[in-house]
């Protein structure tokens, strides 16, 4: 963190509305009153392992019980060690035993209108075939999976075998390209590959294999690939390497004990963007982490049995890990998973499927709330959402327009709003209400969940005063807390525990207010939040500059309405190149090649020089500015050049 980085941590959100839970609501819920969470606060702070101890008993099955719940050696951490354990096991077999057997555990809702319910005993039967294909794949305790597909049940069944197996699953997202792909297997030394002939998408039809093709031309780890027939697409098989899924399935034994695995046995590895060009493994192990998502989606969600509780993420990103599968089906909820786009086909189609499955509790995104609004009410008008009794976003920090346009025209007024912040390294929810018992202010994730620790700080670690704008650390270590970064420990170290002294920092900018809540303020780092997905500054930049005629590239992130961040590039070309919109078009392309359409840029502009310090640091800030439209105000008394400043300026204008 630089200083530029602590001058610019200056809150300007005041927003003073309050919003009671209802009592009616209050009455039903989990967590009831203010004074119940204050209770469970505080015991939890006072015997954090006490209290994270009495609730892996009460809320997952063990095998075997650990010897102790928590081992700290910071920065690392073991929870529940000796204890072991299986989360396919919690997340099926121990719902088997009673009525919910035949529960819906995945609803499944297809773009183009067709749908599927797997029952918790249809879902165990296809995971239990689909752990015993693995097996056959020469797939065991420890190897790594790749997985890259569509949202279609097989998504959640090839996760969940590769659970009940105790092989690590890493879950790349169908957007990035063949590249990314490529990088995330080889990083991982993935054995298999999990994917789909494609999947269909805003009317048309993302192709995947051909892209996994592509990757594993660079790939030598992986042995076999497991293809999805999804859609009609034609797919180039390879004798003695690529498999049909129904083919394999066909022959597969049903019955496949669950494997019981230690605590700490790797679960997942998730890629995630950080402030270099290489992504970072996040590790997640499997008793802390599973007990965090399921206590967390319980109490935040307030999860009842009669519930249809919908998550709009896709899975290849961490929403969708613990709360689409893990903590719902921890909890025997019935999850509603949908493959498709919220705009097709046409704008109408959330508020469609919420009527259509009378959805309890909807989980979604800002930016796909800022998007929705945007094309007026009369979409949802057209539809029963009468069904709704809790409403929850996370991944950008809600504005507080879109905050009250959510809560009156989707939740009529009655639902509370759960915004829930957490990251892909904390594994599950860290700042939220508590529906029945906060009260919420719009733009605020409220309070920290009971048993996490958390605070706003100086550089020095020292707690700042009420509403000054500080780094949001985490000060205590919590179950579902990454565990390292995948055979990188000393990045793992670096990134998350050296900038602050003794705490995990999170990257975010943050401050409380003389209620004690915290309002976050965005990334510190040179991280953007683009619709919600994160996407470091570098990886944009080395995608730039892997272009032979690129010499030089500064990325920043730029307001925007909708997508909350918008990708701006500064790009400096090798000598003899001529710049044009042509150019413009062909390195946007090249970009999505590199990394896939998220990482994009909105906008290019061609440059001779970029604004650096005289050791050659770019100076990130005052792009920033050129980007929002901003004038400078900050010191730029080491800017290397000044006229650069002026020229970039100027190009603005022209
Ligand atoms: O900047 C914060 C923002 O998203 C980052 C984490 O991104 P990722 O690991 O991709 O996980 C997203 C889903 C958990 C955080 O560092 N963020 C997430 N939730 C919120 C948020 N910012 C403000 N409010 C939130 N509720």
Redesign the pocket.
């Known amino acids: 963190m630089s200083k530029e980085v602590e001058e610019e941590i200056t809150s300007v959100l005041h927003e003073n509305r309050l919003f009671k839970p209802a009592s009616d609501f209050s009455k039903q819920a989990h967590i009831k009153s203010r004074a119940a969470y204050t209770r469970l606060y505080k015991k939890a702070e006072k015997d954090p392992e006490g209290f994270w101890g009495d609730l892996a008993k009460s809320e997952l099955h063990w095998f075997k019980p650990w010897k102790k719940v928590l081992h700290w050696k910071p920065p690392f951490a073991k929870w529940f060690v000796g204890g072991t354990t299986n989360v396919a096991y919690n997340c099926l077999d121990r719902h088997l035993e009673g009525p919910r057997k035949n529960k819906a555990a995945i609803i499944w809702e297809g773009e183009r209108g067709d749908s599927r319910t797997l029952t918790y005993q249809d879902l165990h039967r296809e995971v239990s075939k689909f752990s015993n294909v693995l097996k056959s794949k020469g797939v065991k305790k420890g190897d790594r999976v790749a997985i890259y597909m569509p949202m279609i049940p097989e998504l959640a069944i090839a996760m969940l075998a590769c659970a009940r197996i105790g092989a690590t699953h890493s879950i790349i997202f169908g957007g990035f390209s063949a590249a990314a792909l490529r990088d995330r297997i080889n990083d991982a030394e993935a054995k298999l590959v999990v994917t789909a002939d494609g999947g269909y998408r805003k009317g048309g039809v993302i192709t995947l294999k051909d892209k996994v093709d592509e990757a594993l031309e660079e790939a030598p780890s992986v042995e076999s690939m497991i293809v999805v027939k999804r859609t009609e697409n034609d797919v180039v098989m390879k004798v003695g390497r690529d498999f049909w899924w129904t083919d394999l399935m066909k022959g597969a034994s049903a019955d496949c004990k669950a494997t019981a695995l230690d605590s700490e046995h790797p679960l997942f590895i998730l890629y995630?963007s950080g402030t270099t060009g290489k992504p970072k493994g996040v590790v997640h192990t499997t008793g802390g982490y599973l007990l965090s998502a399921t206590v967390t989606s319980k109490w935040i969600f307030d999860l009842k049995e009669e519930d249809t509780y919908w998550c709009t993420a896709d899975i290849g990103?961490?929403?969708g890990h613990s709360y689409i599968i893990y903590g719902m089906l921890s909890n025997g909820v019935s999850s509603l998973m949908y493959e498709g786009v919220p705009t097709y086909p046409d704008p109408g189609r959330f508020w469609e499927i919420i009527e259509k499955y009378r959805v309890n509790i909807f989980y979604t995104a800002p930016t796909a709330i800022r998007a929705l609004s945007k094309l007026g009410k009369q979409w949802p008008k057209k539809y029963d959402l009468s069904s709704l009794r809790l409403l929850g976003?996370?991944?950008?920090?809600i504005n507080p327009e879109a905050w009250m346009w959510y809560h009156k025209v989707i939740g009529g007024g009655k639902c509370p709003i759960v915004?829930?912040?957490?990251?892909?390294e904390t594994g599950a929810i860290m700042l939220s209400p508590l529906p029945g018992a906060i009260a919420t202010k719009p733009g605020s994730?409220t309070l920290p969940f009971p048993g996490i620790s958390a605070d706003v700080v100086n550089k020095a670690g020292k707690s700042v005063p009420a509403n000054v704008g500080g780094y949001l650390v985490i000060t205590r270590p919590w179950p579902s807390m990454l565990r390292t970064v995948w055979r990188n420990p000393k990045r793992y170290k670096e990134t998350y525990w050296s900038d602050i002294p003794g705490v995990y920092f999170?990257?975010?900018g943050a401050r409380k207010d003389k209620d004690g809540y915290f309002w976050?303020m965005?990334?510190v780092d040179d991280v953007m939040?683009v619709s919600?997905?994160?996407l470091g500054t570098m990886e944009v930049e080395s995608a730039l500059v892997s272009h032979a005629k690129v010499s030089e590239a500064a990325v920043v992130g730029a307001p925007d309405e909708i997508k909350g961040t918008a990708i701006f590039a500064f790009v400096t070309l090798e000598s003899g190149q001529t710049a044009n919109d042509a150019l413009k078009k062909t390195l946007k392309t090249h970009v999505t090649k590199e990394i896939g359409a998220i990482a994009r840029p909105d906008q290019i502009r061609f440059t001779d020089n970029l604004p650096k310090t005289r050791s050659g640091k770019i100076m990130r800030r005052l792009l920033r500015d050129i980007a929002a439209g901003r004038e400078s105000i900050g010191d730029t008394s080491t800017l290397e050049d000044y006229t650069v400043l002026a020229k970039l300026r100027d190009d603005d204008e022209a």
């Open positions: 995630t990103w961490v929403t976003t996370v991944g950008e920090p915004d829930t912040w957490w990251q892909t994730a999170s990257g975010d976050i965005g990334r939040n919600g997905h994160r």
